[in-house]
């Protein structure tokens, strides 16, 4: 059959999809990312030291990290309840701001090297793609904390409009709810972080040696 004689198409052509084309700010939030791995790899190695009964810094503890732990170990440092939540809630909303930014400067390519390095299979992308997908406004509080969230949502550019808000009540919740367990555990946050200064040298010792596995085994991934 020749040219001539083919039929017309039938419908609308297909559009391809377009790809992805990085900013030039892209960079700039895996710089960023790295600043804060760095900083809560220090608060991992050198917690025992920050929570010291006698000389603690809990603020300087949640500067470099708000993890939950780190959040409870502040508290029971005796951390004014202002610098609590002016620090800590500013320092999870970094992290979580510059995870959003990188999924969406690298998009799929993000969730790449999360699932790499974090050890997020495809079973849990499918599960949150999909809850995303039915209740993003429950997932983004509940999972405030969390890094591979905050790219996920990077990735489906979520509005800054209801990013923001749904971030702010969830990262308003976990201190809420670190603040009522520290509080609730008082005798017994008190009693381990006793101990923690007792021992401290042998804290420190472990705590330096499991930063130093656990990046070792990070780097064996690449």
Not at 72 to 101: E, K, N, Q
Request: charged share 15%.
């Amino acid at each position: 059959m020749s040219d001539a004689t083919l039929p017309d198409p039938i419908g609308d052509p297909v559009a391809l999809p377009t790809p992805h084309v990085r900013p030039r700010w892209a960079p700039l939030t895996l710089a960023a990312f790295v600043g804060l791995v760095i900083c809560t790899n220090i608060a991992n190695a050198t917690w025992p030291k920050l929570t010291d009964v006698d000389s603690p810094n809990p603020e300087l503890l949640l500067l470099l990290s708000s993890r939950n732990r780190y959040l409870a170990f502040a508290l029971g440092s005796d951390v004014s309840i202002p610098a609590y939540i002016a620090i800590g809630f500013l320092r999870i909303m970094a992290a979580f701001l510059v995870c959003h930014l990188i999924g969406r400067a690298y998009s799929n390519d993000a969730i790449g090297w999360f699932k790499k390095y974090l050890g997020f299979n495809e079973e849990a992308e499918r599960t949150f793609d999909a809850g995303f997908q039915k209740a993003e406004w429950a997932l983004i509080p509940i999972f405030a904390g969390s890094n591979i969230v905050g790219v996920l949502t990077g990735v489906r550019r979520t509005p800054w409009t209801k990013l923001l808000p749904l971030l702010t009540i969830g990262i308003a919740g976990r201190m809420a709810m670190m603040w009522w367990l520290s509080r609730f555990f008082e005798d017994e946050l008190d009693s381990f972080l006793g101990f923690t200064t007792r021992y401290q040298w042998w804290f420190l010792i472990g705590s330096v040696g499991l930063v130093v596995l656990v990046n070792l085994k990070n780097m064996r991934r690449r």
